[in-house]
């Protein structure tokens, strides 16, 4: 699926990104978001962790530094095929 993003016409690339990952309640999630962010950006990463009112869902906040349009529709891509993910902002 392409993604039809304008990220090119907001943003001068390189620069950091902000992604939020919003996901089962699972303690693999922050380390599954690390793992697909160090593919696609290798690098040093510590994510924010947010549980939600109900304790079901977290929301995993992570900043990357992205090159391109390509890049960040790559990364949403990519945290969006794990399985535990509902969605990604």
Do not use: W
């Amino acid at each position: 699926m392409a993604l039809n993003t304008k990220f090119d016409e907001y943003l001068d690339f390189p620069c950091d990104f902000p992604f939020k990952v919003l996901g089962l309640a699972d303690e693999r999630l922050p380390d599954l978001v690390v793992a697909v962010v160090q593919e696609h950006a290798p690098g040093d990463y510590t994510p924010t962790i947010k549980p939600s009112s109900k304790g079901n869902y977290h929301s995993v906040s992570i900043r990357v530094t992205v090159t391109s349009k390509e890049h960040i529709e790559t990364l949403y891509t990519a945290l969006g095929d794990i399985d535990i993910v509902k969605g990604v902002l």
